[in-house]
């Protein structure tokens, strides 16, 4: 299962306004339950907010990975939202978060669930990477510059 | 009147050599004390200076003297908080460890040299006991940090060893010329050593750690006072026939422990004082050796030394502390690896010479030998076993410089000062930044100017910031100060996600699908991760559970605060 393909162009968000930490996982809720009719957006929001109750996603560095699994979801699916600001999201590092990676798995995937999170934390985890994501400057090109650092990863 | 300036002309030159010579080897990475040891042997009468010094009992003298001030700077050093997960491996190990290292090695030296079997006893009862001074010197300057089981088991295994080692020593000497001879008396000056050893340590240091807060004392006499009050302890211990060594490690372990600002007097002064202890009797010993005789006994030392290496120490750490406590394969090896000699040995192998023993040539020799291959070869190879035997954790960020302010007695004001290298806190105003409370931000250093730091002032990556704040203050500015690549490397090692130690497992396991057994449904995963690692959980443990690394992150006495998830 390769990354770039859970990732297509309509599920790259950019400049979204933020407000905070519930509010974005709120947003995504309801943005991905239109995407995929067969997911309740109240659902995808509990399971995400409950994952953030063991601990907050946000890694450092103003990026955050919330993660959940899902029983409704058929294949894992993920979405990259670049915030206008950076809110705040008790990252370890106590930076505002301006990046969000969110990934949702099916419930029995447990492996690839996880291959994909240690995917996604790499690819934030370079510095050059964050600052080539944050500069974008449209929804097309910063689509373009994700798929194009996966394919990099891949290599 | 020339002569006595000769003497001081030489004395200060060598040790300024040995000082500078510190420079060299940190850049090159080679250990220190063996270094001293060679200048010494330059000096010395096969040496360029060509300086005749047998005298034996005077070596002892400053020896004993030397290794007093290197033991109670030991015990000042060590933390009773590292108590919690060292204290009992070390002590196995300072005990029965001792017991099995110099047992097998003596049994090789008797093989060996072809002595009896008292003899080789003495052998190794004279290469027993471990130095962490030149451990922790050695790995800190190579900015290596040990994960707290293994750093405070060595350190502490280092500070008690010496008197075993030193009992063993005297027991035997004096077994070899024939003034000790039953088991009852053998018995009985173990009890004396030891008992007034320990009273004398924990009961003076007491008071001396109490006297000390107590005093009011300019703030250059407070290192005085200890060492000076250390002596007197040390030497009446003795006096008793209790064990000095003891008795002053412990004191400076009771003095270093009670908290107050005169700590911070004393602890510079005494690091201070065992790098001149160290230097001086490494000097000394080199001046003592003579290379060609060491020469006569190369070999079969070098087998020795070998059997202790590779042999001993093994076996006794594998038996002292496998069956009792809970360490991985990996930690073993590694703590079989560093059973570094130092200093104590070769002035252990004197006291044979001074106290009439025949044939004392093989003792001095052998212990040198011992002593110089230990550093070179296990002193050399510490840094890249630490990271292969993965005992390594991730330095903490510190404030890169840190003093109390003496304002109050108890719970004192600090100055912490750090450089900024975090992109959180650069380029916004410092209104905006999130002091904790009580904490204020004194003023900021760029280009070498003072800037007043205002509301509206911004900080800039490489400014110097010197903030006020109590202890408890700490973590929070380093996290807010620390520099971003530190993050990066604390990331590789605990993985990306960090989870509450006090998050129900049950939760736990259906956010990631794990399988839970029926007694683990109703915990917490600190609980979980603590039991895993066997009780006393130290940061970078790491348990492999349904594919993922759950390493501890952090811990507050036995208790796991925070666990990473390292995915691969």
Redesign the interface.
């Known amino acids: 299962m390769k990354l770039d393909q859970l990732l297509p162009p309509e599920r790259t968000l950019f400049d979204v306004q933020g407000g905070s930490k519930k509010r974005v996982l709120e947003f995504f809720s309801t943005f991905i339950a239109q995407n995929i009719p067969s997911l309740d957006d109240q659902e995808v929001f509990s399971?995400l907010i409950?994952?953030e109750?063991?601990?907050?996603?946000g890694?450092?560095?103003?990026v955050a990975?919330p993660h959940?699994?899902n029983p409704h979801c058929k294949s894992p699916l993920a979405s990259f939202i670049r915030l206008a600001d950076p809110i705040d999201f008790d990252a370890?590092?106590?930076?505002?978060v301006d990046l969000v990676f969110v990934l949702l798995v099916p419930?029995?995937a447990?492996?690839t669930?996880?291959?994909l999170?240690?995917q996604i934390?790499e690819l934030l985890?370079d510095?050059e990477n964050r600052s080539r994501l944050r500069h974008a400057t449209s929804q097309r090109e910063l689509h373009d510059t994700l798929t194009d650092l996966i394919q990099q990863q891949h290599q | 009147m020339t002569d006595f300036n000769s003497v001081y002309v030489v004395a200060g030159l060598l040790v300024v050599l040995s000082i500078l010579a510190s420079r060299v080897s940190a850049r090159i990475g080679m250990p220190l004390l063996p270094l001293f040891l060679f200048i010494g042997m330059m000096a010395g009468e096969e040496g360029v200076l060509g300086i005749h010094f047998d005298d034996y009992s005077r070596a002892y003298v400053i020896g004993q003297l030397a290794l007093a001030m290197i033991l109670l700077d030991g015990g000042l050093q060590t933390r009773m908080s590292t108590f919690r997960v060292g204290l009992k491996p070390a002590l196995s190990l300072a005990t029965l460890g001792v017991f099995i290292t110099s047992g097998l090695v003596g049994v090789v030296a008797m093989w060996v040299f072809d002595l009896s079997l008292l003899q080789g006893l003495l052998v190794g009862a004279i290469v027993g006991s471990t130095d962490a001074a030149a451990v922790f010197s050695m790995l800190n300057g190579q900015g290596i940090k040990l994960n707290e089981r293994v750093g405070a088991t060595l350190e502490i295994e280092s500070g008690t060893n010496d008197p075993m080692a030193i009992f063993l020593t005297l027991i035997l000497s004096q077994m070899l010329v024939g003034q000790v001879s039953g088991v009852f008396e053998t018995v009985m000056l173990f009890v004396e050593q030891f008992g007034w050893g320990l009273a004398f340590g924990l009961g003076g240091g007491w008071c001396i750690g109490r006297l000390l807060k107590w005093l009011d004392l300019a703030s250059g006499l407070y290192a005085l006072l200890t060492m000076a009050l250390g002596l007197t302890l040390f030497a009446l211990t003795n006096m008793v026939n209790g064990s000095g060594f003891l008795a002053i490690y412990l004191m400076g372990l009771m003095v270093g422990n009670v908290r107050g600002q005169h700590i911070e007097h004393i602890l510079p002064v005494h690091d201070g004082m065992a790098w001149l202890s160290l230097i001086a009797l490494f000097l000394v010993l080199g001046m003592l050796v003579t290379p060609s005789q060491v020469l006569d006994y190369l070999w079969p030392s070098l087998l020795v030394s070998a059997s202790l290496v590779l042999v001993a120490r093994p076996i006794a750490v594998m038996l002292s502390l496998k069956p009792f406590f809970g360490f991985r394969w990996k930690e073993l090896i590694f703590i079989s690896w560093v059973g570094l000699r130092g200093a104590v040995p070769i002035v252990l192998a004197i006291l044979p010479v001074i106290s009439g023993v025949e044939e004392s040539d093989i003792y001095f020799n052998v212990a040198f030998v011992v002593v110089l291959m230990s550093l070179i070869v296990q002193g050399m190879s510490l840094a890249p076993m630490a990271r292969w035997m993965k005992v390594v954790v991730p330095p903490s960020a510190s404030p890169s410089r840190r003093r109390t302010m003496g304002v109050l007695h108890e719970n004192d004001y600090e100055m912490l000062m750090y450089h900024v290298d975090n992109r959180g806190v650069e380029k916004i105003p410092l209104r905006y930044l999130r002091f904790p409370s009580g904490t204020s931000l004194a003023a900021v250093f760029r280009d070498h100017e003072m800037i007043y730091p205002k509301g509206s002032t911004e900080l800039e990556k490489h400014d110097l910031v010197c903030a006020i704040g109590r202890s408890g203050d700490v973590a929070a500015l380093n996290r807010m100060f620390d520099g971003e690549a530190r993050l990066k490397v604390a990331r590789d090692f605990y993985g990306a996600f960090i989870i509450d130690g006090n998050a129900p497992m049950l939760e736990l396991a259906q956010a990631y699908g794990l399988t839970l057994s029926a007694g683990e449904k109703d915990k917490l995963l600190g609980e979980f991760i603590a039991r895993r690692v066997g009780g006393n959980p130290v940061v970078g443990d790491d348990v492999d559970w349904h594919g993922i690394h759950w390493v501890v992150h952090e811990v507050q006495g036995n208790q796991v605060l925070k666990v990473g998830l390292r995915l691969q």
Do not use: Q
Request: hydrophobic letters at 25%; zero cysteines; glycine letters at 16%.
């Open positions: 399971r409950g994952r109750r063991l601990g907050s996603t890694v450092g560095n103003g990975i959940a699994r370890i590092d106590n930076e505002p419930e029995e447990e492996d669930h996880l291959t999170l240690g934390a985890n510095s």
